[in-house]
């Protein structure tokens, strides 16, 4: 048995279980095995895409991550050299003013030995 309005909607327009005749659908229908492992199918592909997606992206973040170590070790290695060339050119000045110092007292002692030879001369006179 039908009530008006389900008179006044086309047959093709009224939902699932709704009107009268043979259709007995109660909106449970029994699955479709085809489309269920198509949809199944579906999402295993889904899930293997995703997790391929995964495993690439944390590859990806690991060959950033060894780029990134291996910066860091040139950088320290250019750090490294550059201390090596600061305390080399340290040295060499440090050893450069014990030569101008040595040869300084070098010259005063001359000096000296120079005085002390006109200061006998003159003692002797």
Do not use: F
């Not at 009224?14 to 007995?24: E, I, L, V, W």
């Not at 997606?53 to 290695?77: D, K, S």
């Amino acid at each position: 048995m039908t009530n008006s309005y389900e008179k006044d909607i086309a047959p093709h327009e009224q939902p699932a279980g709704s009107g009268s005749g043979s259709n007995t659908n109660t909106g449970h229908e029994s699955p479709n095995p085809g489309a269920l492992a198509q949809i199944l199918k579906t999402l295993t592909d889904n899930q293997d895409m995703l997790l391929r997606e995964l495993v690439a992206g944390r590859a990806e973040q690991a060959a950033r991550e060894e780029e990134r170590a291996a910066r860091e070790e040139e950088r320290a290695a250019r750090e490294e050299e550059r201390a090596a060339r600061l305390e080399a050119q340290a040295t060499a000045r440090e050893e450069a003013q014990i030569a101008r110092e040595a040869e300084r007292a070098a010259r005063q002692d001359a000096q000296a030995a120079r005085q002390a030879e006109q200061t006998a001369a003159i003692l002797r006179i």
